[in-house]
T-cell receptor
């Protein structure tokens, strides 16, 4: 009965490779997000989708491409991975209004070597 | 734009000590304020929230009051336990930032037995 699940939990890959992270939520929320957490625990929003439509696209290299096949799923594809992409990536969902909290997955730790 | 500033850690306390983690924000309009907690290897979980001035959010012995006059939302707990050791994030949603949630830098708390 996991609310927000993302896979894989760990991802170790080499520079230049392409990888994807998948996220699914069963909360019935319309809005989903990708956040990046760096080694100092700082969290930065990357993207947000509302009902399959991209509504937030922060200053992120275009090597990162989100895709939302339906409102319960939001995937993140990363091309040509770089060392600086190493971080923990969190998927989250919410009802999409200012008073609604975010529900987070357990994160994907990406290590680029 | 909106911003959140919280006290730097780590904060180290003995069990049963009083906890305060300071958080101040900058925003126009009427944002909602949140505290999230992150345990090792997990995603963030909502701890408490307040959606308007003078509201007090509380959960599991933690509480925080939305103070518009001082633009603050300080987290307090009267008697911490070892199990409270985690990273705590103050966050804001709304105001001129729309529903996008932005986070403070996080404060790591260590509680010693």
């Amino acid at each position: 009965d996991t609310a927000v699940s993302q896979t894989p939990k760990y991802l170790v890959t080499q520079m230049g490779n392409d990888k994807s992270i998948k996220c699914e939520q069963n909360l019935g929320h319309d809005t989903m997000y990708w956040y990046k957490q760096d080694s100092k625990k700082f969290l930065k929003i990357m993207f947000s989708y509302n009902n399959k439509e991209l509504i937030i696209n922060e200053t992120v290299p275009n090597r990162f491409s989100p895709k939302s096949p339906d409102k319960a799923h939001l995937n993140l594809h990363i091309n040509s991975l770089e060392l600086g992409d190493s971080a923990v990536y969190f998927c989250a969902s919410s009802q999409g209004d200012r008073a609604s909290p975010l529900h987070f997955g357990n994160g994907t730790r990406l290590t680029v070597t | 734009g909106n911003s959140v500033t919280q006290m730097e850690g780590p904060v180290t306390l003995s069990e049963e000590a009083f906890l305060t983690i300071n958080c101040t924000y900058t925003a126009t309009g009427y944002p909602s304020l949140f505290w999230y907690v992150q345990y090792p290897g997990e995603g963030l979980q909502l701890l408490l929230k307040a959606t308007k001035a003078d509201d007090k959010g509380s959960n599991k012995g933690f509480e925080a009051t939305y103070r518009k006059e001082t633009t603050s939302f300080h987290l307090e707990k009267g008697s911490v336990q070892v199990s409270d050791s985690a990273v705590y994030f103050c966050a804001l949603s709304g105001g001129t930032g729309g529903f996008k949630t932005i986070f403070g830098a996080g404060t790591r708390l260590f509680v010693k037995a």
